[in-house]
Every structure is written in structure tokens, then in C-alpha cells.
């Protein structure tokens, strides 16, 4: 998902819009912005592509010099309406907006609590467990009883709230998702990632930091490290695949785009193979395409194409064609690939169904070798921080040896990039990484309960 903020501005839900729009590719499932001028708060949300949510006339429905927004790509709970964010309450202490990128590991068992105690949920989804135990707080201060809320839930939270009065700003003790500050003229702003920031010419301040809890109303902006420390364990898919090449994330200082090459060349550097042309799958898998290129000197072509207007359906025609689906998405080019050896570079192999039709589509369109190389190693276990991979029966790297899935995508050969290999080439040193979904070594310890309720 995409959180983002803004505060003490008077165009507050159109720069929210602009930074959903910027954040689109976290989450292309539903959107949602709530805007405030300190006394009401005003929502708008919808299912589908921010380009079609906000038209002009929405917007003009939120006024106010603040505003939050999100976008879902549903992780927990289904993609029910009730479930698109920001979550709004009214309660005691006034207004209280939330949005939530990240994936508690114990919101179960704190509904099954809270339930118990008499709490009525609206949602399924494991965010509206924060609201509730920010609403049963006994501490006196908004700010204490958030802080008293985020003790209890484990997991992953980059999380935005707005009150009346402005925004919080928050990240887990371990630090999962990214979450950053920005700034423009006497603006504040809060996003998933710094790409936002570019579209809104505001300027990148730094990465909230795991722990960190920021405060910005009319009087500051105040930093808080009320949590206890935790073990880091920023996310390292956002790398290898789910933030946008253009952002700097995790206060790594090298925008994604960098990063990816970087797990590109050392590829080439562990599995090379000899060969006539570099191949990427796009878009995410071009990046690491161009690092390959670059570390063992075989040239970089574009031998796939993508049609970027493809939705979610489309209508087949009757007389059925094969592979269908993913010929709408992708085409190769023979008069590029005809009598080539091919090397085609991907970030990932989830199910591994789209990388055998790619490469059936590689030789239908004459390459003579194809060699599949991913930039990360085999996802062998499901995510519970975020990220939307299937069940580990599922996933093909789980069951199945490297041979084996060279057989299943039918490659002459497939490589994976290794473990240490991916975490040589990501900023920071490698123990401050999670790398559950590649190793199935979880960086939270769970509790029997959590066992049973992730069916673990
Ligand atoms: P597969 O061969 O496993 O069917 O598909 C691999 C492709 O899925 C890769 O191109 C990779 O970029 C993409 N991928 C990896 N993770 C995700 C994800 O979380 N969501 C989507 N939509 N695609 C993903
Ligand atoms: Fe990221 Fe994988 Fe860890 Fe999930 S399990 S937080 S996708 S590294
Ligand atoms: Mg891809």
C-alpha cells in the first residue's frame, strides 16, 4: 500500500491526490483521501486507479489545509469497500483518520480482545484494530494513547493518522516499510516513498526512522522514539521489486533504480552465461537487465515489449488464443531475437507461470538459447509484512529445485541471484535486512497463537 501526508496547505487534497497518483503502483486496488480544516473532516474514497477516484468535483470536496490519503493493495481482509483507507472514527478526543501501510502479525487475537470487551468493528481489516485500541486507551494525550496502542500490535506499520489539530507519522520498531518526510515552503509532507515528493517539487527531508513517531501541527515538528528498540528489518523486495526505481528509500541515499543495477551486475558477476543479447522482462525487470548488461559486457535489447494500458480484464475472444493473458501484456520482437542467444532477466519468480510463457514467447520468436537470470533468489515463503505473495504451496521456488523450475518455465538454463549476493548489493549492511520470503526465517519470532492463526 501508499500512505501519504500533507499539512498547512491550502490546495491540501490536490497535493494528496497527486501523491497517490505518484504512489500508484503500491497499491492499484482502491483509494481513498480525508481532508481536514480542523474541525470537520471530509472523505472521499473509490475502488480502482486513482485516475478514475478524483475528478475535479471530488476534489473539490475535500477542503482544508490538511489532508491524508492511501492507497490499498489488499494484503488483509479482502478488498471489501469497508476496507478502503484512510479509516475515519469520531470519538472522545475529536476526529482521527489512519492510514496504514504494512501488516500486523496480532491483529486477530486484538480483535478477538477487543470483541470481547464490547468493541463493534465496521472493517476486516487488521488496521482498524489500531483505531480501536487508541480509542480504549485509558491514557490522557492523543499522543500517549497512540503511542499505548502501537505497544500492543506486531508487525509492520508505516502508518499516517490526522486529528484536528494535524499529523502523526509513524514506523515500526523494526522499520518493514519505508516511510519519509518532505517538505515544501512551509508545508509538511509524509510519504511511503520520495517519488512523491519529486511530482509535488518538494523537497526530501529524510526517511522517518524505525521507532520514530513525528508529530506535525501548527506549533512544530516533533520527533518521539517512544517504542523499545527492535532488531531492523527493512523490507528488501522493496528493492529487488515493489518501490519505484526513481525513489530513494530507507535513507540508503541511492535511489531504487541504482540498487537494481547493482543486483544486475553482481548477477552477472554469479551467473553468467554466454550469450548474444540481454533481455528484460518489463518494466520491473529492466534495471537489473541493464546491470547484467553492464557486468558481463553482452548487449543490453529491448526484445519485449509491454502495452501499459492493459487493466485488470479483458474481454477474450471466443475462439480461445493461447497464452492470451500474457500476450496482452507483453510481446516479443523476432527481429530481434531470431537466431539469438538470449539472456532474459527478471526480478522474481512468484508462481513462475509468467516467466514459462515469456519464455515460450522467446523462442516462438526465434531466439535459438534462452537463459533465464532473476536479480533476487527463489521466494520460498509467504509474506506477513505487507506484500501480497501467495501461500507457500504456491510458490514455485518453495517445492521445486532450480532444476526443476528450469524444466517447469522450459529455459536452457535459469539462475537465481543468491542470498548474499542481493544483500552485497542493497545499501545498508545485510543483518538490518528482512529476507523472510527468500529464506522463511521471519524476523519477528511468532507466538503459538500467531502459528496456528497464520497457518504456519
Ligand atoms: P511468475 O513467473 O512467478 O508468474 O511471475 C513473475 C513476475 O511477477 C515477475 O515479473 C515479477 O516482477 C512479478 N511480481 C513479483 N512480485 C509481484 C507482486 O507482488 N505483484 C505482482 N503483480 N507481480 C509481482
Ligand atoms: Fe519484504 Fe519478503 Fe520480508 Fe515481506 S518477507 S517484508 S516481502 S523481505
Ligand atoms: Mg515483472
Same mark, same amino acid.
Given at each position: 500500500c501508499a500512505v501519504f501526508g500533507v499539512f498547512n496547505h491550502p490546495e491540501a487534497a490536490n497535493l494528496a491526490y497527486l501523491g497517490l497518483y505518484a504512489l500508484q503502483h503500491r497499491g492499484q486496488e482502491a483509494s481513498g483521501i480525508v481532508s481536514s480544516d480542523g474541525q470537520h473532516f471530509y472523505v472521499q474514497k473509490g475502488k480502482g486507479l486513482v485516475a478514475d477516484i478524483y475528478s475535479k468535483s471530488v476534489l473539490a470536496q475535500?477542503?482544508?489545509?490538511m489532508a491524508i490519503g492511501h492507497n490499498r493493495y489488499s494484503?488483509?481482509?479482502?478488498?471489501? =469497500?469497508?476496507?478502503?483507507?484512510?479509516l475515519t472514527v469520531n470519538f472522545a478526543l475529536g476526529n482521527l483518520a489512519l492510514a496504514h501501510n504494512g501488516n500486523l502479525i496480532n491483529a486477530q487475537m486484538l480483535r478477538n480482545e477487543l470483541e470481547a470487551y464490547g468493541a463493534i468493528f465496521? +472493517? &476486516? +481489516?487488521? &488496521?482498524e484494530v489500531i483505531i480501536h485500541l487508541i480509542a480504549h486507551? *485509558?491514557?490522557?494525550?492523543l499522543l500517549a494513547r497512540v503511542v499505548d496502542a502501537l505497544s500492543q500490535v506486531r508487525g509492520a506499520y508505516s502508518l499516517v493518522l490526522m486529528t484536528d489539530e494535524g499529523l502523526m507519522a509513524v514506523r515500526d520498531p523494526h522499520g518493514f516499510r519505508p516511510l519519509c518526510l518532505g517538505q515544501v515552503r512551509d508545508s509538511w509532507m509524509v510519504a511511503s516513498e520520495s517519488c512523491a515528493f519529486d511530482l509535488l517539487d518538494a523537497?526530501?527531508? *529524510?526517511e522517518i526512522e524505525p521507532g520514530e513517531l513525528v508529530v506535525i501541527n501548527e506549533k512544530k515538528v516533533a520527533s518521539y522514539r517512544p517504542f523499545a528498540p527492535a532488531n531492523s528489518a527493512m523490507c528488501v523486495f522493496e528493492y529487488v521489486y =515493489?518501490? *519505484?526505481?526513481?525513489s530513494r528509500i530507507f535513507?540508503?541515499?541511492?535511489a531504487v533504480y541504482q540498487v537494481r543495477k547493482a543486483l544486475g551486475r553482481q548477477l552477472a558477476q554469479e551467473a553468467w552465461v554466454a550469450a548474444d543479447l540481454v533481455v528484460p522482462v518489463p518494466d520491473s525487470g529492466v534495471p537489473a537487465a541493464l546491470g547484467y548488461s553492464e557486468g558481463s559486457g553482452i548487449p543490453f535489447e529491448t526484445g519485449l515489449m509491454r502495452n501499459?494500458?492493459?487493466?485488470r480484464t479483458f474481454i477474450e475472444p471466443e475462439q480461445s488464443i493461447r497464452h492470451f493473458g500474457v500476450k496482452v501484456k507483453l510481446n516479443a520482437i523476432p527481429e530481434v531475437l531470431e537466431g539469438k542467444r538470449v539472456v532474459v532477466v527478471d526480478d522474481s519468480i512468484v508462481r513462475g507461470t509468467t516467466s514459462r510463457k515469456i519464455v515460450k514467447m522467446l523462442r516462438n520468436a526465434g531466439a535459438k538459447e534462452v537463459h533465464m537470470r532473476i +536479480? +533476487?533468489?527463489?521466494?520460498v515463503a509467504p509474506c506477513f509484512y505487507g506484500i501480497d505473495t501467495p501461500t507457500k504451496r504456491e510458490l514455485i521456488g518453495s517445492s521445486h529445485t532450480v532444476e526443476e523450475i528450469r524444466k517447469y518455465v522450459t529455459a536452457d538454463s535459469v539462475a537465481y541471484l543468491s542470498l548474499d549476493g542481493m544483500l552485497k548489493a542493497a545499501?545498508?549492511?545485510?543483518? *538490518?535486512?528482512?529476507?523472510a520470503c527468500f529464506?522463511?526465517?521471519?524476523p519477528i519470532p511468532f507466538t503459538k497463537a500467531e502459528e496456528l492463526q497464520l497457518g504456519l
Open positions: 475535500l477542503p482544508g489545509h494484503t488483509a481482509g479482502g478488498s471489501d =469497500f469497508k476496507n478502503v483507507q484512510p465496521q +472493517s &476486516t +481489516s487488521d &488496521t486507551s *485509558r491514557a490522557d494525550t523537497e526530501y527531508v *529524510r =515493489f518501490a *519505484r526505481p526513481d535513507g540508503g541515499g541511492h501499459h494500458y492493459v487493466g +536479480s +533476487s533468489p527463489p521466494i545499501p545498508a549492511s545485510a543483518e *538490518r535486512y528482512c529476507a529464506t522463511d526465517r521471519y
